[in-house]
């Protein structure tokens, strides 16, 4: 305590309130005395110390009735009262517990334990005085700390759909940076990534409903994993195609490249998955189409139903080299082969007659990453 502890000694007999003032004066207590309960009780409300010493046997009110009092107030409740008695101490202990005393002093007086049971008396005050002021800060925090919820929940809930479209890192980037304004329709180059699994509708047509559904399921685990570590958005899913594009709604330095090694992760990480379907005798296979080029982008739907759409010949493109893709195999298209053939290897495919598309478009098969490649 910063300042001296404030001692509250009641006693009707002048002699004792005396002694009792000297040895706690001495020690540097701050002694303050009553010669009655009513008068007690009222210096304990116009300035309440930390302990009080309070003897029983008093004309009109006792010290029992006056520590009652004290613990009926609940700005006393927990103040702590030492009661001082020359009488019988068992019965007197008993009484004083039912009253609501801490601690018992037996007159005649001894000093050292009336300073050391004021003293510790004191130390479980300073404590239980911290522990109330430790819980307003908690309660203030608590208070402000709800208010906060409240608002990021209703940001939340305006764009509680992202992290079901977008990877963990996007998702909070567009929160961080006021989320609407990002999702709103605009215009980006963008790299596409279309997946799609060779001979699934023959699987589908041939097998239950829950085996496709186990199938789709270890598909979508795998893809989801290289999706979200090469930070992806996952435009929809259709069956078992899946598209996803790179570079919005936040700009990446490198979309074609994480585009490229994500591709190349899932058809690494789908090798061993379609080798335990084959020993089942479900003959799946991954084909993978990369097309670059420019989308318009933004939110679409209705009120309580929104995704994230790309809308362009890119997005076309991309699933029609998907299309052309083998199992096992990745095609794209020159503009890719342009921005990454320092970084990858691709080896030509011929001009491919795409469904839609007027002209043969040139493709590549991208081989893997150049050895030493950054």
């Not at 509680?160 to 940076?177: C, Q, T």
């Not at 296979?285 to 989308?295: C, F, K, P, S, T």
Request: a negative charge; proline letters at 6%; aromatic letters at 6%.
């Amino acid at each position: 305590m910063n300042t001296p502890p404030r001692v509250l000694v009641v006693d009707d007999t002048p002699a004792n309130v005396k002694l009792l003032e000297g040895v706690l004066g001495f020690k540097g207590f701050e002694v303050v005395t009553a010669a009655s309960g009513p008068e007690a009780l009222a210096k304990l409300a116009a300035a309440p110390p930390d302990i009080v010493l309070l003897d029983i046997m008093m004309p009109g009110m006792s010290g029992y009735e006056v520590c009652k009092a004290i613990r009926a107030a609940p700005a006393t409740a927990l103040l702590p009262v030492v009661l001082v008695t020359s009488l019988d101490p068992q019965g007197e202990r008993l009484k004083g517990i039912e009253a609501g005393a801490d601690d018992f002093l037996t007159k005649p007086i001894n000093q050292a334990e009336l300073l050391a049971r004021v003293r510790s008396l004191l130390r479980i005050k300073e404590l239980t005085d911290r522990s109330e002021a430790q819980a307003r800060a908690l309660a203030e925090l608590n208070a402000t700390l709800e208010a906060r919820v409240a608002e990021q929940m209703a940001q939340l809930e305006r764009l509680g759909r992202l992290k079901n479209f977008f990877s963990a890192a996007v998702a909070e980037s567009i929160l961080a940076a006021g989320g609407a304004s990002l999702l709103e329709t605009h215009r980006r180059m963008v790299t596409v990534v279309f997946l799609d699994l060779r001979g699934f509708t023959a699987f589908t047509d041939t097998n239950e409903p829950e085996e496709v559904m186990e199938v789709l399921g270890a598909y979508h685990r795998v893809a989801g994993a290289a999706v979200t570590r090469w930070g992806g958005t996952v435009e929809r899913f259709a069956g078992d195609g899946i598209m996803i594009f790179f570079n919005d709604p936040v700009p990446m330095p490198d979309p074609t490249g994480h585009a490229l090694e994500m591709a190349l992760e899932m058809q690494r990480d789908f090798a061993p998955l379609a080798a335990d379907w084959a020993r089942r005798g479900i003959e799946l296979g991954l084909g993978i189409g990369v097309a670059e080029g420019y989308a318009t982008l933004g939110a679409i739907g209705f009120e309580g139903r929104w995704d994230y759409a790309a809308i362009g010949s890119v997005t076309n493109l991309a699933a029609r080299l998907c299309g052309e893709a083998a199992a096992g195999q990745i095609v794209t298209e020159r503009r890719t082969v342009a921005r990454a053939e320092a970084r990858f290897e691709f080896a030509p495919a011929g001009d491919l007659q795409l469904k839609g598309i007027a002209r043969p478009v040139p493709g590549f098969l991208v081989v893997g990453r150049k050895p030493g490649a950054a």
